[in-house]
Nanobody, 120 residues
Framework: QVQLVESGGGLVQPGGSLRLSCAASGGIRSIISMGWYRQAPGKQRELVATVSSSGVTNYADSVKGRFTLSRDNAKNTAYLQMNSLIPEDTAVYYC??????????????WGQGTQVTVSS
């Protein structure tokens, strides 16, 4: 079974930083993309950042210059470094991985979500 383990959420003051981690494991042939989405209260889930297997990153305009998505291919892990956090960043953050299973099937899987709260 493919499993995603998220960590790093918490409560932080405006201007502070957090680093989210997402590790994928179990029956993975290759990673197609890894990324983060978030869902704020009363809003739809939205893309935050993604990184492709070739290393190309894509960021939402609202986080450009503040968030950095990186990856560790050896560990099948993605990291989201979040700096200069603002209250609007408050949301549940979900890791997303699109991968090929060992049997060759494409699989889209989500982490359990981690709460990020930016407040004074």
């Amino acid at each position: 079974q493919v499993q995603l383990v998220e960590s790093g959420g918490g409560l932080v003051q405006p201007g502070g930083s957090l680093r989210l981690s997402c590790a994928a494991s179990g029956g993975i042939r290759s990673i197609i993309s890894m990324g983060w989405y978030r869902q704020a209260p009363g809003k739809q889930r939205e893309l935050v950042a993604t990184v492709s297997s070739s290393g190309v990153t894509n960021y939402a305009d609202s986080v450009k210059g503040r968030f950095t998505l990186s990856r560790d291919n050896a560990k099948n892990t993605a990291y989201l470094q979040m700096n200069s956090l603002i209250p609007e960043d408050t949301a549940v953050y979900y890791c997303n991985v699109i991968l090929l299973r060992v049997e060759g099937l494409r699989y889209n899987t989500w982490g359990q979500g981690t709460q990020v709260t930016v407040s004074s």
